[in-house]
């Protein structure tokens, strides 16, 4: 009898890591191109959009078949040569779940890299601000405060575990990426700021960085 109960229990603790299946709805979005199509931006001014915008994303498992098409589909809509963007979340296409894109500026060439699974992991108390936009908000930007540097956690798409400490610019991105995978977009960013009182440094402290590394 107690070892059904620990073998049932061990077996409830397999399935609630495993992730989910994509869902009927999920697939048919993903599998409406090929992979070097471009997949629509949900807008957060269409209702229907500001739902899944707005709503928490779950991991995706990584062995998923479509998830190669999927980071493709990504990829061809962040370089969209009509509204090109730095990253692109999973729910910006219309999928609830644990992916990104993120340009990485801090990287030669600058490629695009996805991202399965992320999580942050560890966020710096020095902040810095930086002018935001997004695909999903026409016409918005502004100035957001971002943590300086961050300890991600994420899967590539081999499938291999990695953990890094990023910073800067590109920093940025991975925050105003994994905000979305839990609804939170950069306005949403804005109004929390606006209730807190921050000081600048500048004059305190002087900040150097080699001039091969400025872009960041
Ligand atoms: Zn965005």
Redesign the pocket.
């Known amino acids: 009898m107690k070892k059904a109960v620990l073998t049932s229990l061990f077996l409830m603790l397999v399935v609630s890591v495993e992730a989910q299946k994509l869902s009927e709805t999920e697939r048919s979005i993903i599998s409406s191109g090929g992979k070097k199509d471009m997949m629509r931006v949900l807008q957060i001014t269409d209702p229907a959009d500001a739902k899944i915008l707005k709503g928490a994303s779950i991991d995706i498992g990584l062995k998923e078949e479509l998830l190669p098409l999927l980071l493709d589909r990504m990829l061809a809509t962040v370089n969209d040569p009509a509204n090109t963007?730095v990253?692109?979340?999973a729910p910006?296409i219309g999928i609830n779940r644990n992916v990104i894109l993120v340009q990485r500026f801090d990287k030669p060439g600058e490629p695009f890299e996805a991202y399965i699974n992320p999580k942050i992991k560890w966020r710096s108390a020095l902040l810095r601000k930086g002018t935001?936009?997004?695909?999903?908000?026409a016409d918005i930007r502004g100035d957001v405060l971002r943590h300086y540097t961050v300890e991600l956690a994420y899967y590539d798409r081999n499938g291999q575990h990695h953990e890094e400490i990023i910073e800067g610019f590109t920093a940025v991105i991975f925050q105003?990426?994994t905000?979305?995978l839990m609804g939170i977009?950069?306005t949403d960013r804005l109004e929390q700021q606006k209730a807190i009182e921050y000081s600048l440094i500048n004059g305190e402290v002087n900040l150097y960085l080699e001039n091969r590394l400025k872009r960041q």
């Open positions: 963007g990253g692109i979340a910006q935001e936009g997004c695909l999903s908000i105003h990426e905000d979305h977009l950069f």
